[in-house]
Every structure is written in structure tokens, then in C-alpha cells.
């Protein structure tokens, strides 16, 4: 057995690059946008236009990202597998009636152009939404990303919604991630140096069970006791779930900016419309 | 002068459903004025954080009251108002970090206020320059050093421009840098007129203070200040407590030469009261009468680097190119700021991490090798983190013990190693093996976690910080069972960032700066290169720094003298008559 034993690298949630590109020097709430314009817009598309043009302004993002090309791909290959499984499936059981050329016909199934069609969108839709997802990590780092919901949320505080609670929430969530990987890590060597087993894979569900035990019980014990200590650390400075947030301040929002949001916009009204 | 703080007749128990009040607090009074520094000592579990925790109205008195500028925390509708003038900084800043980014945090704090957003800006600003940190101000803090977590902690506590600002052990986890860092900082609030509450285990940074409160069993037995009660030993003991080193070296100088010369309660006092030197005799030339004895090797490592997260935007080189060798059979200590490489070495040495390059070999065990099991590796090299009890998982004392030896499959009868052991470490087999872990004190638990890897009975035991956060009598009992635990074909590596445990039980020791060896060999070679330490951020052990002192006066103290005994030796021997 060789542990890496860097847990901590294992959980980032995707790989955020704290490089200075055109498009991580937008503003936060503008990249946010343009990632959820352009999700819309994939989700939405039915014809190939309407999946081709999101797909062409998330390559233009890649590169404006200075996002590797070859690292974008690397991405798609661990769900490869099952979006060639689920357009298999697609071109096989879907229910847009044979209109096209019929390929082959059995009792409970039909393969015509259009199931062929169905399963090429499938996997360009998959595939564009795993490259979309990787450029949005590869440019929203954890604290980008609760500025911006917090930024972007800010107008459903005159609804008297707990817009800053729910920020929060997201907050120490994101922050506990890599508390609790730090504190799995210590746990898990300080076990593998009185004997634990880590690379063992014998035995059933209850010898596996009594394999991990030993890192859940201090895990579970000390995130506990560090949740008990947060809470406290909050009280301390004032924290009241009634406040509302004043917050550090934006940018204004430059005229490129807009730019950037009416292109993914387009983008999100053509995959609607087509 | 109005006092800030009122405490009186508090009383706190805890109550567990179907269980008996534990009371943890008892009948405690007193009254901290404006401006004062007080320091809140006692032995680990006398209720000191309780107690910190009353005075922001964390947690409410059973009985009697706490008053804050005259507000009660009992009132709920003044509660905010008290913690904002109460700051509280926590014992491990990691975990009282909340936001994902440094300045987010600072601010976490002022927008709780519902200060307007130009002020909480100007505010954050300012208290990231004073605390050094403004350029870091967008790193995620799971990223920072713990002497910059430290940091942040009080940067987040100072934005809100408290009066009084409570600390618990806020030097604990630090280096020497970081720990004078720290009291720049204590200094420079006292010099603002905040009014500071400093809760500490280090008798040194008590004596500080303009006033001393001590917790003995949850009742406050002294409130004056330290001159009166470090001149008290036996009632020191009493309360798990030591006088300051400055005090005991003073003390030791006076018995052995007979009369009354040094006096201090810090260094620097007792610095100002060494006399010049009248006397015959001349400084005796550095005769080094330790020296590295020429055993075997048990640990070879030659040219070890390691790179975390490697190819990743965070990659860190922790180790570049560390060669050393340790002999069997000798304590050896490995001295180093925060950041030097001084655990990622440790882990190296039972193979939970494997050289990415150079060589090492430890108990004839060649490390290199990817097909060497881990197990292995850890039945003969036995390693303890820090704080290790963080890491039980069992209820009782005795499962807890024996996990490694069941889990290994080792020979012989399991009760009887599990009883071996355990007097090994100085617990009773009878009256410990089932007992709740839960029920122990601090140095018991520490204890247990030694004996769940002596029970293994490596050749090489490996302890990273083993005094950390242990109150004075706990930390001399483990320090004498180091002593103990050493034998001729068992070698003890121990990191520590307290130079005098180091002096007291080590034999040889390594200095890393940067992930490399800058400084190798004796205790007394190695703690008598004063500049080559300073610039590695460490200090001297305080009685090497006072024969410096004395040398300086004309003393015939040799310069290698850095333990309390040999500078008696060399006292009795060179100057007294």
C-alpha cells in the first residue's frame, strides 16, 4: 500500500486556478451569470443550433480562462462511460415516434435517423455541461462563490427572506470541507500508525465497517466539538440571524462586463427558442 | 478606579440528563479594572475557559452574576452590546474561523453590527496592516500558517475595536516568533488602554502580567500579583503550577553560591540583577563533555525531499535534501519554527510518507522500497502526533490500548502487554484499564495515547510535541517518562517547540529552517550556537541564555551550560567561595 495521504487535494470541489486571465478578472457576479445563462441555454436546446452555440461560447470561455485545452478534455473522460451508456439508451427507448428513416425495427424498440440524432445531442449536451462545469471551478473559487450568491441574493433581503442566513449556511459549509478533510487526514495516519488497515480490501460489509470506524468515531467526535466551538466563536462576535448584511462592497459592473453577460444571454434565448 | 469586569459569587455546574451535577465553578469573586492585564492560570481542568466563557456571556452563572460595564449577561437584550465590548479570542483559531476568505472573516464581525460597508472596508483595512496580513487578504484561511490563523483570529476580534479582549493560550500552538509576535501585539493594546485577560499554562508569560488569577478544582485560590505567589513553591505545587524559570534559575544561582545575587521573575530582571563577576577564575574553554556517541545508526536519511500537492497551484516544498543520522539508543530532538518540516519529517520516519526522492533507512528497514507495508514500518517505528488524544476512538482506557497490538496480531498474552505498558507510562492496570476515557485528566489522557504505541514496542519511538498544551506537573511527569522510556536498544525522537524540553532530555538534536538541516549534534554544540538559532526563529533554552548573561559579567560559567544542573555544577565548581 502507498497513501498519498493529501486529502486535502483530493477535495477541492473542481480545481480552481487562481490565475489572472480575461475571464477571471470579471467581475464575480458576471461569471456567475455567464455560467448560468449558458447552463440554461444547454438544458434548454433541442435542435443543434441551439446546442451548438452555448457549446462554441463555452469553448471562447476555455480559452479566455487560459484553461489548458487539454485539461478541459481530461475532464470529460471519467463520465465518458455513462453518457455513452445513457445515449445508447436514448437512441434505443426514447419516444419521438419514427418520423425519419427507419434503420431497423423490432417489436419494443425502433433505430431510426432521428434516435441517432437524439443520442449525438445527448452526448454533445453531456459533454458541453461537463466542459461548462469544469471552467466555472476552474475560475469560482469557494469565496467567489458565496460573494456572488451573496451578491446576487441580495434583492430577496426586501422580501424579508434569511438571504444572509442561507449565505452562511453555504459559508461554513465550504469553510468545514477542508477543515474536515485536514482533520480526517490526521486521524487516518495517526491510525495507520497503530496498525490500521487502509489498503485491505478483504472481507465483508461488517469487517470493512470495523475497518473505518476507527477514523469516523474521532472524525464524527471532532467535527462535533469544532461545529460546538464555531457556533460559540460566532455568539462571541455578535452573530444574530436577523442581521441584515451591509458586506464589503462590489465593483461597478464595466461596460465589457455586459458584453460578456448579453453573449451568454443570446446564448440562453437560442437554446430556449431552438 | 470602575471596574470593567464584576464577577460575583458565580457558580456553573454541568448536568447530563440522569446524571449528577458536576459542579465546575465555584463561589468565584472578583473585579478586573480598566486597562488592567491579568492573567487567568491553573492546571488543565480547573475551569479557566469556563470560566473566560462567562465574562461575554457565552455561558450564563448557575448562581450569582457577571457584570460588564455594569451590564448583567443575564439580560438577553444587552447580550450584543457585552460582546462587542468583550472580544474573545479561542484556544485553536482554526476553529473559530468562519468565512472562506481572510478579509470576509474580518469582517464577519462588524456585520453582525450592521456597520455601514465604507467603515466595516476602512476597519478590515486597518486591522489586516497592524496584523500583517493584508496581503493575503483573499486566501482561503485552511491555507494560512498557524501562527497567520493566529493572527487572523485577533485581527477579526480587534476590527470591532473591543475594550476588553480575553485570550485563551493564544501562544500554544506557536514558535518562538510567533510567540513574541504575539506579545508585541498584547503589548500594544496594553499601551491603547485595552483591558486584556490572558489565560496561559507558561508560568514565564503569567509572570507578566500586572496581576495573577489562579484556578485550583473550579474556586479561585489567589488574585495579587505574581511576585507574591512565585515566591511560594509548595503552594505552587499544590495547585499543579511551577514558578517561572527566571525565578527557579535565580533561585538554584543563590543556594549554590550561598547568598542572594540574582532576582526576577522574568529573564530580563534577572538579567539586570547579575552582578559583575568578582572573583578568581577564568571562563573555561568550551570542552564539550557530551558528545555524539558512536553508536550505530538507527535512523540513515540522506538527500529526503517532499513536495505537498504536487503539481497543483499549491504545491510547498517541506523537505529539501534533509541529511542526518541519529544513533540507537539516544533521545534525539528536532527543533524548528512552524513551517520547517519538522512533522513531514517525523512521518517520513514511519512510513506514512515515503521519500519522493534521496534515501532513508530506519531500523534496518529500507523506506524506499514501495513494497515495505506500512504495518511493518509501524510495528517497529512507532509514532505519536500531536495532541493524540484528539484521536481515541474506544470508550475505555484498556480497548484503547490494546487496539495496536490486536490490530498487528503481536505475540504473547494481550492483558499482559496491555498491564505492561500501562505501569510503564505510570497508570495502575486495576484501577485504569476501564475506565472511560472521557473521565481523564489532560495528563492521563496523554498517558494513554503513549502507552496505545509503547504497546507495540517499537525500537523507535517518535513523539511530535509531546508537552504541547499540558499543564506544568503534567508536563515534568512525561518529560521524566521519556527519561524512563529510553533504553539501550530503544532510540526516542521528539519534536518540541519548548527548547528547555529539549535541553532537559535530549541527547543530540537536529535544527531545521526550510525544510533543511542547518544545525546538527549535541545538545551543547547545538544550543551554543546562539546567532545561527536566533536566525532560524528559535531561542536559546533560558538557562544557556543566562550563562550568555553571565559570561557577559566576567562569570567562569562555561558556554556549554544549558541545563539547570550544570550551571549549578559549574557555579559550585568555578565561582562559589
Known amino acids: 500500500m502507498n497513501e498519498t495521504w493529501d486529502y486535502l487535494s483530493q477535495v477541492t470541489i473542481g480545481q480552481y486556478s487562481p490565475i489572472d486571465s480575461a475571464f477571471h478578472r470579471l467581475d464575480v457576479r458576471v461569471r456567475m451569470l455567464t455560467i448560468f445563462f449558458l447552463l440554461v441555454g444547454l438544458l434548454a436546446a433541442r435542435l443543434p443550433i441551439g446546442l451548438l452555440v452555448p457549446l462554441l461560447i463555452i469553448l471562447i470561455l476555455i480559452f479566455a480562462a487560459c484553461m489548458p485545452f487539454r485539461y478541459a478534455l481530461r475532464g470529460l473522460i471519467p463520465p465518458l462511460p455513462f453518457i455513452l451508456i445513457l445515449a445508447g439508451l436514448q437512441i434505443l427507448f426514447n419516444n419521438y ?85 485536514l482533520t480526517a487526514e490526521r486521524i487516518a495516519k495517526a491510525q495507520a500508525s497503530r496498525g490500521a488497515d487502509w489498503g485491505g480490501k478483504k472481507g465483508g460489509l461488517i469487517a470493512r465497517g470495523r475497518r473505518v470506524a476507527p477514523i ?55 437554446g430556449l427558442l431552438y | 478606579m470602575k471596574p470593567v469586569i464584576e464577577v460575583k459569587d458565580l457558580n456553573f455546574s454541568y448536568q447530563n440528563p440522569g446524571e449528577e451535577i458536576f459542579p465546575v465553578l465555584k463561589d468565584i469573586s472578583f473585579e478586573i479594572t480598566s486597562g488592567e492585564f491579568v492573567a487567568l492560570i491553573g492546571a488543565n481542568g480547573s475551569g479557566k475557559t469556563t470560566l473566560a466563557r462567562h465574562l461575554n456571556g457565552l455561558l450564563l452563572p448557575t448562581s450569582g452574576e457577571v457584570l460588564v460595564n455594569g451590564l448583567n449577561t443575564r439580560d438577553p437584550t444587552v447580550l450584543n452590546t457585552i460582546r462587542a465590548r468583550v472580544g474573545m479570542v479561542f484556544q485553536f483559531p482554526e476553529d473559530q474561523i468562519v468565512a472562506t476568505s481572510v478579509e470576509d472573516d474580518v469582517a464577519f464581525g462588524m456585520e453582525n453590527e450592521g456597520m455601514p460597508t465604507h467603515q466595516i472596508t476602512k476597519r478590515v483595512k486597518v486591522a489586516l496592516r497592524e496584523m500583517d496580513l493584508w496581503k493575503l487578504r483573499t486566501r482561503p484561511p485552511h491555507l494560512l500558517s498557524v501562527g497567520q490563523m493566529q493572527r487572523l483570529a485577533l485581527a477579526g476580534i480587534l476590527a470591532r475595536e473591543p475594550e476588553i479582549i480575553l485570550m485563551d493560550e493564544p501562544t500554544v500552538m506557536l514558535d518562538h516568533a510567533g510567540k513574541r509576535a504575539t506579545w508585541e501585539q498584547i503589548e500594544r493594546l496594553l499601551e491603547k488602554g485595552k483591558t486584556i485577560l490572558l489565560i496561559t499554562h507558561d508560568m514565564d508569560e503569567a509572570a507578566r502580567a500586572e496581576r495573577v488569577l489562579v484556578l485550583h478544582e473550579g474556586k479561585l485560590v489567589y488574585s495579587g500579583v505574581p511576585n507574591e505567589l512565585f515566591s511560594g513553591k509548595n503552594k505552587l505545587n499544590k495547585f499543579k503550577l511551577e514558578i517561572p524559570l527566571a525565578v527557579q534559575i535565580g533561585d538554584e544561582m543563590n543556594k549554590t553560591l550561598g547568598k542572594k545575587l540574582f532576582s526576577g521573575h522574568e529573564l530580563d530582571e534577572l538579567r539586570n540583577s547579575i552582578p559583575r563577576f568578582k572573583g578568581k577564575g577564568t571562563i573555561p574553554s568550551a570542552i564539550d563533555s557530551q558528545r555524539m556517541e558512536n553508536r550505530k545508526p538507527v535512523v540513515v536519511s540522506n538527500d529526503v525531499s517532499h513536495t505537498y500537492m504536487q503539481e497543483t497551484p499549491f504545491e510547498s516544498r517541506a523537505l529539501r535534501g534533509v541529511t542526518l543520522d541519529i544513533p540507537r539508543g539516544s533521545i534525539h530532538g528536532l527543533i524548528g519554527a512552524t513551517g520547517s518540516g519538522k512533522s513531514t519529517l517525523l512521518q517520513h520516519l514511519n512510513g506514512l510518507y515515503r521519500p519522493q526522492s534521496g534515501t532513508l533507512r530506519v531500523a534496518n528497514l529500507d523506506l524506499n522500497d514501495p513494497n515495505l507495508p506500512l504495518s511493518t514500518i509501524c510495528r517497529r517505528v512507532g509514532l505519536a502526533f500531536q495532541n493524540p488524544e484528539n484521536q481515541f476512538f474506544h470508550t475505555y482506557v484498556g480497548d484503547e490500548i490494546a487496539y495496536a497490538a490486536r490490530q498487528l496480531s503481536l505475540p504473547g498474552n494481550l492483558g499482559h502487554r496491555v498491564k505492561t505498558v500501562m505501569e510503564q507510562v505510570g497508570m495502575d492496570f486495576n484501577k485504569f484499564k476501564d475506565r472511560p476515557l ?112 553571565l559570561r557577559e559579567k566576567g562569570w567562569p560559567i562555561p558556554p556549554e551550560t544549558v541545563r539547570l544542573d550544570q550551571l549549578r555544577r559549574s557555579l559550585k565548581k568555578n565561582a562559589a567561595g
Open chain 1, 216 to 270: 469516523l468515531v474521532p472524525l464524527f467526535v471532532q467535527a462535533l466539538r469544532k461545529a460546538e466551538i464555531m457556533a460559540l466563536a460566532m455568539d462571541s462576535r455578535g452573530y444574530r440571524s436577523t442581521a441584515k448584511i451591509p458586506g464589503l462592497p462590489y465593483k461597478k459592473i464595466q461596460p465589457g462586463e455586459i458584453l460578456a453577460i448579453g453573449v451568454s444571454v443570446g446564448a440562453m434565448v437560442i
Open chain 1, 97 to 181: 415516434g419514427d418520423t425519419g428513416t427507419v434503420y431497423f425495427r423490432a417489436t419494443w424498440f425502433t433505430f431510426s435517423l432521428v434516435d441517432i440524432w437524439a443520442g449525438l445531442a445527448l452526448v454533445v449536451r453531456f459533454c458541453a455541461l461537463v466542459l461548462l462545469l469544469g471552467v466555472a471551478s476552474f475560475c469560482l473559487s469557494t469565496t467567489d462563490l458565496v460573494k456572488g450568491l451573496g451578491a446576487l441574493m441580495r434583492p430577496l433581503e426586501c422580501l424579508h427572506l434569511p438571504v444572509r442566513d442561507f449565505i452562511l449556511i453555504i459559508q461554513v459549509t465550504l469553510r468545514f470541507i477542508p477543515l474536515l478533510a
Open chain 2, 438 to 549: 472521557a473521565t481523564l485528566s489532560g495528563g492521563e489522557r496523554r498517558k494513554v495515547s503513549l502507552a496505545s504505541i509503547l504497546v507495540m514496542d517499537p525500537e523507535v519511538l517518535v513523539l511530535d510535541e509531546p508537552t504541547a498544551g499540558l499543564d506544568p506537573q503534567a508536563r515534568r511527569e512525561l518529560l521524566k517518562f521519556i527519561r524512563c522510556c529510553r533504553r539501550v536498544d530503544r532510540t526516542i525522537i521528539l519534536s518540541s517547540q519548548n527548547m528547555e524540553d529539549i535541553a532537559e532530555v535530549a541527547d543530540s538534536v537536529t535544527v531545521l529552517y526550510e525544510g533543511r538541516v542547518i544545525l546538527r549534534g549535541t545538545v551543547v554544540q547545538v544550543f551554543s550556537r546562539t546567532d545561527e538559532l536566533h536566525k532560524a526563529g528559535l531561542q536559546v533554552p533560558a538557562v544557556a541564555q543566562v550563562s550568555i548573561w
